[in-house]
Each structure stands twice: as C-alpha cells, then as structure tokens.
C-alpha cells in the first residue's frame, strides 16, 4: 500500500510545470496596462503610513545578517536564497506593485539575527515566520523553530556563534499549531534529549489534535490551493514574487514534528522555564484552533505568536481552511490590553517587534478594533439582506485603520475577510432560491457561452472590457470561454493577463500570488511541485481513529457499493482494539468495539501498521516477520483497501 499522506507543507515547495505550445512572447509576464499605473499611482497618493517609525523598528536591534546568500540541503537543493527578492526590491515600487504591498515587503526584507531586548533574539527575513530565542540559566529557549530542519539548524549555529554562545537548547515553545511555527524542530533539538528529559516542548492545549488534523482530511486541496496563495512556482521580480505579505516566503527544506511533553491550559498559568518567568494568555480558535501568546514579566516582553502581527490577518485564508472567530479574535487582543499594561515591547512569529508602551497600546488597539471591525460590519451588512459577496465588494474602512499600516490586508484582504465572517454565521446560501442548486461550473459556463452568441463574440466582449481596464469582468467571461472549451487558447491567454493586472494591484500579498500563479498556469500548464518523501512525523502523530478517518473518505464509494466487510484490528502495544466495518460505501471505524464473527482479524502494533501506511510493506512480509497475525480471511482486507483511492496533488483550478 502506497503512504497516503499529503500534508500542506508538501505542496510549498519550489516547483517545476508542463509546458504547454504557446509562443515565448505569449506566455512572459506582461508589463502594466496605462488602467494598472492609473490605479496604483492613485493607491500611492492615497498613502498615510508613517514610513519611519515602521523602517526604525524593522531594522532596530540589527545584530549581524545571515552570511550564506544560498543555503542548499543534504541532496544539494536550494533550501533559501537570500538574493531572491533584495536584489530587485529598491526604490519606489515599479508599476507592476501595489505601492502599499511594495512598502511592506521592503520593510520585510530587512533579514538577520535582531537583539529584541536583553536576553531576547530573533531571526527574521529567513523563513515565513521568525525564530525566537530567549536566554536561560544554562541554556536557550527556542520560540517557534521556523518551517524545516535545515534552515531552522543554518540560523540557530549562525546565531550561537554571533552571541559567541554554547549554551544549549533546553526547551521549545511551540506559539500555535500551524507548520512553519513547529517545522523547523529537529534543526534545534534532539528527539533523543526530549525523550531522556533533557529538552521541553511547551505547547498551547490541544496542539497536536490541531496541528495534525486541519492539513489531513481535506489536506489534497489544501496542498492544491497553497501554491496559489503562497506563489509556488514564481520567480521573484516585480512582475511576480515580490512575497507572501506574512513573511518573504517558505524555505524548502524538511519539515518535522515533534509531540510537545507540556501543555499550557489556561489563561494565566506560570511557568519558569531554565530560570526564565512567563505568563501565559491562551487564543484558542483565534488565528489557529490551538494558539497561545505570552508575557516575560522580568523582561516586559510580550510575545504575541501569530494573534497580532503586522497585518491584517486572515478570517477565512484562500487556501482553504475552517473559518476563523473574528469576535474572539478582537476580544483576546482585549483582554491583552489588560493584562500586559506595563509592556514595553511586543514581539510576534512574524514580522518586527513594536516598541514603547504608547506605540504598543495604539498598536494592539488598532489591531483590536481592525477584527471587531470585520466582524461587525459584515453582520451589520448580512442583517440588512447584503448577500455574502456584496458584503465583499464592501470598501468602506475606518480612517484611523487606513492610515495604521499594521492592519491593511497584505496577507488577509478586506474582501474576502468580510466575507468569510459572513460564512462563518451564515453559511455559503445567500437565500435566494435561484443560486439553491446552481448548475455545475463547466455546464453553466456552455450555455452562458451560447447564450453570448458564441465564443468569438464572447472574447469580443472581454477584450473591449480588458481594453477599458475592466479586469474582473474580463476574467468573468474568460472563465465562462474556458470552462465550456479549454482548448480555446485566445481565451486562456487573454484570462492570464487579465490575472496579471489584478495581481499587479493587489495589496495582498496572498491575492498577488493567486492571479499570478493562475495566469502562469493558464499559459503554462498546472505547477507542479515535485512529490514529497516529506510529513511521516505527520503521519506519526495521527491518532488510529484520525488515520481510519482518512483512510475511509479516500474509499472510492461507487466501486464499494454493495460491498460488506468486517475487520478487527488489535494494537497489543496500546492495548487498542478497532472495528473497521464498511457498509453503504462507508468505512466506519469504533474504538473498543468487538466484532462477534469479524471476516478478518489483525493482531499487531502501532509501528507495524505505520510500515504498511509509511513504507510500503506487505502484509505477507509483516505476518513472515511475525510483526502481524492474521485471523480469518486475509483477501477481505484487500478487498477494502485496494479501493482506498490516491488523490491528484495537482488537479486543475484554473481550468476544467
């Protein structure tokens, strides 16, 4: 049996495409349309960010940049290439930028080990996130260890040669449950020295269960969508990659996990880690299911994980994800307000440090109200009969928000964070009878087609409408050409640069990368990044039933309908006993169930089953080596699991 496991981080990786036979000047970036300047020199004029005060605290505490301009991995690929993006990043942003999302990624471009105040380091510009380091009695404390191994172990002996330190890593704080935040463990710790007790993980409640299911059950489309909002596959000039607006981007190396041994549960729990006293505020469901942030009351350091950064954050994230509580969102930053008053400096997983209790208390304020904002408007709209994407063609923003760079949305948006509170309360229904049970996509494409008179004048439509700059309803009816004929290449072609303009205005960074890796993909052919070896600390870190959950919405259900089988799996390791039955193309798994007359009964261990998931092994290998015992008839088994289906990483989005 194949490994089955995709996880978001697999398909973050730099990438390769198929080509497809269009000429060279048809399929290269495109330069701004006279529409594009118009609108961002507009976006320029319009521009009240305090340019100075954001530069000195970027840039603030500047210790050393990180020498090796590429760092490769142990087969010789390139894990991060610190030119990428400082090369071209210069002067006044280029037509092709948004001005505001220009400024930002400049601003993040500042890179290299920054002293946050006495004890307290961080690296930054080397990853999506930052590492964190705070120094104990006998040893370092790493905040999130950034997103792989490879670069997370570059950065820590760049930074322990800097401070001249051989101090080692004595614990791990984990901020919250997503992958470029825990990722990068094993470039800092041992597994051995955690097991022995030598190393502590800390980690919010419920870190595991989050960081394990959210990118499993619907983790295919995920990995899909993720190249979009994080840009896979772009190089990096003002014509595509300029960054990820939450950081430059991912590094490309090994991900891992290890399982935290302490969990912090409450609002107001102590901890003195090597010397060190922090007071822990937890953020549950705010911007990840599992999150906390933390106060260092000798040092008045407040780490704030991913809760408030320098941006407004994602509500719903276009990748793919459960919506995020805006409310609660707004009132964690609340509650901070209160229980940190006397901070002086306020630290994140991202992005650079805020400094001086005036500055944090406008800071934290702002971004406080920025979430009640969302989440008020767009319940004021849906109560007064706005439907979901009329709420999200919405600009209204408040001034004092507008003119505070930390909440404009370079990596959330406005649109579709107003939207996403809508569905968070409401659901994807507008109500209306007549979008109830809407015709697929691809045979409401032909007939909006032939009702236009036809593909030609359909195309005549969007070309006079990319003509007069009006990209969004040129993409509209480009989609339509598309979805009803694929090979119409005039219409791909045109779709794709009408993409590349709105990527070209876009203040988010995630919405930039969407357009443009869609108008590659529509000249080009699906992006596609090379399948990974990667995740089996993932896969390790599922529990039996979330592995026969993932197992079971693989099935194909057609091929087993009609089937019936019943096994029984016994775990003599964690004395675990398991009922798979599957019945009306479903496999339904019970934990401590009996089967009276099962078709088949496996005896085995945990590490057993994970080397027929992890490695491939066959049943008759692991019965010879006495690692599984079988009861019954064997075949029942295949029976099931030759029809567990292997999912397409690389499905089509852009086209049918």
Not at 3 to 22: D, G, Y
Request: with cysteine; proline share 5%.
């Amino acid at each position: 049996m194949k490994p089955f496991h995709r996880t978001l981080v697999a398909a973050l990786i730099a990438s390769a495409f198929v080509p497809f036979a269009f000429a060279q000047q048809d399929i290269a970036p495109k330069s701004a349309t006279q529409a594009t300047i118009r609108a961002n020199q507009a976006v320029a004029k319009a521009m009240a960010m305090d340019d100075k005060t954001d530069t000195d605290e970027a840039t603030r505490g500047l210790i050393a940049q990180f020498p090796d301009a590429v760092v490769k991995g142990a087969n010789g690929n390139t894990v991060w290439d610190q030119t990428r993006f400082s090369t071209f990043m210069k002067g006044d942003a280029p037509a092709t930028v948004n001005p505001n999302l220009w400024r930002h990624e400049k601003l993040e471009n500042a890179s290299g080990l920054f002293k946050v105040t006495d004890g307290i380091y961080q690296i930054r510009g080397l990853d999506l996130a930052n590492m964190t380091l705070v120094e104990g009695k006998t040893g370092w404390i790493v905040i999130d260890p950034i997103f792989t191994a490879e670069m997370a172990r570059a950065t820590l002996a760049f930074t322990m040669k800097q401070l001249g330190s051989t101090k080692p890593v004595v614990a791990v704080i984990y901020t919250h449950s997503h992958a470029d935040h825990f990722g990068g463990i094993r470039g800092v710790i041992d597994e051995a020295d955690v097991k022995a007790g030598k190393v502590k993980i800390y980690a919010p409640e419920a870190f595991m269960d989050s960081a394990i299911a959210e990118n499993v059950l619907a983790g295919n489309a995920m990995s899909r969508r993720a190249t979009y909002q994080f840009g896979t596959g772009l190089e990096a000039n003002d014509r595509q990659a300029v960054g990820g607006g939450l950081g430059k981007a991912l590094t490309s190396g090994t991900p891992g996990l290890v399982p935290p041994t302490d969990y912090i549960t409450k609002t107001g729990q102590e901890a003195t880690i090597d010397g060190v006293r922090i007071v822990f505020q937890m953020a549950q469901n705010s911007e990840a299911p599992s999150e906390m942030m933390f106060y260092f009351p000798d040092k008045k350091a407040l780490c704030a994980a991913e809760v408030i950064t320098k941006t407004m954050h994602n509500i719903y994230t276009i990748r793919g994800a459960k919506v995020r509580d805006a409310l609660s969102w707004s009132k964690y930053i609340n509650s901070t307000l209160d229980l940190y008053p006397d901070a002086e400096v306020v630290f994140a997983s991202h992005h650079w440090p805020t400094f001086g209790k005036d500055n944090i208390h406008k800071y934290l304020t702002n971004q406080r109200d920025t979430y009640r904002f969302l989440h008020d408007q767009a319940l004021n709209l849906a109560n007064k009969g706005y439907t979901m994407d009329e709420i999200g063609d919405a600009k209204f923003f408040p001034k004092g928000l507008a003119a505070d760079s930390s909440t404009h949305g370079y990596y959330g948006s406005l649109s579709h964070n107003l939207r996403g509170v809508y569905n968070f309360y409401l659901g994807y229904y507008d109500a209306n009878p007549a979008t109830l049970n809407r015709l697929p996509p691809t045979d409401l494409s032909k007939r909006y087609i032939a009702a236009m008179g036809g593909e030609a004048k359909a195309l005549e439509v969007a070309r006079k409408a990319f003509d007069e700059g009006d990209y969004r309803w040129t993409v509209e009816v480009t989609n339509r050409i598309v979805f009803a004929n694929p090979a119409n290449t005039a219409a791909k072609l045109l779709e794709a640069d009408a993409f590349e303009q709105l990527g070209y205005q876009a203040e988010a960074g995630t919405w930039r990368n969407a357009y443009l890796v869609g108008a590659r993909e529509l000249r080009q052919g699906v992006i596609k990044p090379p399948s990974s070896s990667q995740g089996p600390d993932v896969v390790r870190g599922m529990d039996n039933e979330l592995l026969f959950d993932y197992i079971a919405l693989r099935l194909d259900h057609e091929k087993t309908d009609g089937m019936k089988a019943s096994i029984q799996m016994e775990f003599t390791d964690l004395k675990e006993t398991w009922a798979l039955e599957l019945s009306n193309s479903v496999l339904n798994n019970t934990k401590g169930r009996v089967l009276k007359q099962p078709d088949v009964k496996l005896t085995l261990t945990r590490p057993a089953f994970l080397a027929m998931l992890l490695q491939g092994k066959k049943l008759p290998e692991l019965v010879e080596a006495k690692m599984v015992s079988v009861e019954g008839d064997p075949k029942v088994l295949a029976s099931v699991f030759s029809n567990v289906e292997t999912f397409d990483p690389h499905f089509n989005i852009v086209t049918p």
